[in-house]
């Protein structure tokens, strides 16, 4: 069944990620999702069978679904994210299906930054590896909240429960040591399409839901209401027109919380104080606004404010500081230095800042150990950073707020991305040592 127009209004958002070693399935979960739940066109599922019998094979290859470049193709593996929208009559849901190699862990820092639920693929024949411990780290990371755990390929184990529940008590222990909240195991085969959409035959010792059920039913979404409220101003809106004079709104995407008309703010980093007197959202007025709307925000005062600036409660203001210390994933084959000249771009604000310090890489191989003054930070890098800023920053702590606790470092020289950042520190590490000075960015 297709879910139309009015009732996909009516539905939530899933955004989710799927993660795993090479060759776990992950492309093969994915397509069989797809396939199983009605949301794969007919040319679309004909040129897979096509091209399944162009390499010999006689039934469908479903991960060729997902699997989109022609290299990923070739070599039979993922290597860019994928995205894929699809929806059932309960929710409407954005995929991103990221690489499993270790040199693609930057790959899945960016499919997972916004996910609201990561699906961590495990073979059963292998049991707990290396790279599953990286992919529970970085959800674990970035926040995620929900965190499924699919063990694959049961079909390979005789669909045997002793096999899913010694994965399942390793995984569960570990992604619980590091803070992921909820952790739900799932025995699956993805090839045969068990536990996938439809419930096993197979398994009639597991009685909790499939991968599609548990999808459709976890709970997403926040109270706007539980955070202060964040609104970094994108533009400046002053017509100039015979009908508004004087009209002056500041427009952008509301982060976090609630605007409310009557409301006390102030401006960051500035400092200047005033009251919300007006609210406009799709071009009408509104009494309040919350995330994720975008609205244009009136003010009793003329204050100095600009792109960059960010309006929050005067009661509830973040911290304003020029030393940003936080966990970053290091995104650029060149290698991110004590000392570099970067660019650090937080919400709709970007600011000259030196890397003054680079305390700890996290060595996700030997259980979250901290390798103290790296000297720098390689591809696929996870550690601790130091940033001095020329100006003051309105920051949050990344476990606060996702998108006003997270910032990025960027190449002056040619504007490439270096680093994803989250202010505060994920796990715990030794305090940061100071860096050294340059001349010109002695902040």
Known sequence: MTPTGQTLAATSLLRFATAGSVDDGKSTLVGRLLHDSKSVLTDQLEAVEAASLRRGQQTPDLALLTDGLRAEREQGITIDVAYRYFATPARRFILADTPGHVQYTRNMVTGASTAQLAVVLVDARNGVVEQTRRHAAVAALLRVPHVVLAVNKMDLVDYAEP???????????YAASLGVPDITAIPISALAGDNVVTPSAHMDWYGGPTVLEHLETVPVGEDPSAQPARFPVQYVIRPQTSDHPDYRGYAGRIAAGVLRVGDEVTVLPSGGRSVITGIDALGEPVKAAWAPQSVTVLLADDLDISRGDLIAPAAEPPSTTQDVEGTVCHLHERPLKVGDRVLLKHATR?????????????????????????????VNDIGGITVRTAEPLPLDAYQDSRLTGSFLLIDPADGSTLTAGMAGEAF????????ADQEGWDF
């Open 163 to 173: 096999a899913f529940a010694a994965i399942a008590e390793e995984f569960t222990a």
């Open 350 to 378: 970007t600011v000259k800042a030196i890397v003054k310090a680079l305390p700890y890489r996290i060595d996700l191989t030997a259980g979250l150990a901290h390798v103290a003054d790296p000297g720098q930070l390689d």
């Open 428 to 435: 715990a590490g030794p305090a940061a040592a100071a860096g």
